[in-house]
């Protein structure tokens, strides 16, 4: 079992930058892909980035603007965010998959908004 905690959400203004991050605690050695969702109101929840090893994966609509990276030493995921657009606001999830399935982080929201 993988406990996840994010932070880092907030408002900011269009064109502005946050830093999302993800602290997975319990069976981390059995993570082998960890990644960010979003849910906007009234959409389903979407893919925005994923990491397995060193190869990622980005949506989209998120390429260039976002970065996601993975320190195994702190057993943190973060998210840079930048050129943030009001398309952008939504609930962001950190999610991490073991053998047994993926485990859930409670959400963090994040309005970009003037």
């Known amino acids: 079992q993988v406990q996840l905690v994010e932070s880092g959400g907030g408002l900011v203004q269009p064109g502005g930058s946050l830093r999302l991050s993800c602290a997975a605690s319990?069976?981390?050695?059995?993570?082998?892909?960890m990644a960010w969702y979003r849910q906007a109101p009234g959409k389903q929840r979407e893919l925005v980035a994923s990491?397995?090893?060193?190869?990622?994966y980005y949506a989209n609509s998120v390429k260039g603007r976002f970065t996601i990276s993975r320190d195994n030493a702190k057993n943190t995921l973060s998210l840079q965010m930048d050129s943030l657009k009001p398309e952008d606001t939504a609930v962001y999830y950190c999610?991490?998959?073991?053998?047994?399935?993926?485990?859930w982080g409670q959400g963090t929201q994040v309005t970009v908004s003037s």
């Open positions: 319990g069976n981390i050695y059995s993570i082998y892909r």
């Open positions: 999610s991490a998959r073991t053998i047994e399935g993926d485990s």
């Open positions: 990491i397995i090893g060193g190869t990622t």
